[in-house]
């Protein structure tokens, strides 16, 4: 999971067991928060800049990711959260049994 916030701070990637773990993914992203301190429209080209230097890799943490940012929103009024995947979610919480992660 890659936590790109507004884009003014470093990236922040999420793996391993953490994943896994709902409340642990839940604090994270309300801890995450503070990557944010201005809304997209102010940072709208960084973050497409940073969305462009992506890369597959594999796996698609998409429960995970959805709720760290959920709890990022969570404590800034008015947020909404976007979500970008190039894939099925096949690891972390939510992940759809029978998906082979090495495809």
Avoid: R, W
Wanted: charged share 25%; hydrophobic share 35%.
């Amino acid at each position: 999971v890659n936590i790109l916030g507004d884009g003014s701070k470093p990236v922040k990637y999420l793996e391993g067991e953490s994943l896994f773990s709902y409340s642990e993914l839940k604090e994270m992203g309300m801890s995450y928060s503070s990557l944010i301190s201005k809304p997209a429209k102010d940072s709208k080209s960084k973050l497409l800049h940073l969305l462009k230097e992506m890369e597959p890799q594999g796996i698609t943490a998409l429960g995970p990711a959805l709720l760290v940012a959920c709890g990022m929103a969570s404590v800034k009024p008015g947020s909404k959260v976007i979500i970008c995947t190039d894939g099925i979610a096949n690891k972390g919480l939510g992940m759809i049994e029978g998906i082979d992660n090495d495809d």
